[in-house]
């Protein structure tokens, strides 16, 4: 197997029991090692240096990330941490080049495609939130840009310009609905972007990918913490929290075949809100909880738009599992975005509602 070898760099080979499979990623393999002794268990995983090119440098601020909640969380030694290999590197190259890490598996947790329960949205509100508040003292000057400009607009929409100008697939043709209908909405989210900027967002640290699925759950269903820390960067608020909601708040999964069936569930929103903001009390900016109910709008676009470019591209960039299914995902993600513009003002009341019966206050 192609992983022999990376095991034999992190372990010692007769601990081991099992290795499968795992997750549900759309960039990196991953694989579950489990060891015969304790019930040990192990995240490995082969990197997509396609994609992350400076894997010393994103190693880097995931331990400078790890090491700082572990110093400042409540919940000491349940969250995950980077496992050195014998040689004690954060990573280990092998004969043919590819790049492999290990993380420690929290025991017993397990994750989330999809929101069965209010109860499971405000659990990934509090997770985020938790995140977010642990690493407001954190020097955000210190991390490696990893991925430059990941949630700019501009950058990602003339990267489907480029794609459709190119049309490299000949898939162009039967999609100028699609992309007539992203140029619209790009107009209106750089008009979003233009108002919200006219006051002072403040960079903090921020996940970058805290889509549903990237929040551990334990077995009583309680949220323990953020995972794939891979594009933790400077960013804004709106990203997490809007991206957090393309997830959090949908009725499907995010490549659901039947859009009839995606739309934002309110009570998700609102309960994922109320775990949000409850744990980022007193953090926030005023400018931060004004951008709260357009974000989740924002973000779906964004992250749909580059479905769409990767589906022009010929299916690059995330990994698919059947014909389209790029073209699909956006079709979701643009189901889901236009229902929550057709609930703008009730989202809008919703965030207002939970500031005023919670006094949540914005930082001074
Ligand atoms: C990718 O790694 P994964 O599958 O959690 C992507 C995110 C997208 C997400 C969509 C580095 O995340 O930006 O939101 O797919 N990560 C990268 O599901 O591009
Ligand atoms: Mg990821």
Redesign the pocket.
Known sequence: MEYESALTAFFNLDTIADVEEYG?????QTFLVSLKDNHLKYILQKL?TF??TDVAALQTNIEKVTDHIEKNTNDKGRGIRVVKSLKSSSFHVDELGNYWRVFNFVAGSRTFDTIESTDLARQGGHALGKFLSELQGFPVEELHVV?PD??NLDKRFRQFNDAVEADLFYRRKDIEEEIACAQRYYQKFKRFLASAHTETIPVRVTH??P?F??ILFDDQHKSICLI?L??VMPGYLYYDFG?AI??GGASAA?DEEDVSRMFIKLELFKAYAEGFLSETQGILTKAELSTLALAPQLMTFI?GL??LTDYLNGDI???THMTKHNLQ?WLAQKALMMDMEAKEQTMREIINEIITTNHIKNEE
């Open positions: 549900s990623g759309h960039i990196h997509n994609i992350f991925l990941f949630h970058n990918d889509k699925n990237n794939d891979d594009t991206d393309r997830t995010e992250i580059r479905f960039y995330y990994k995902r």
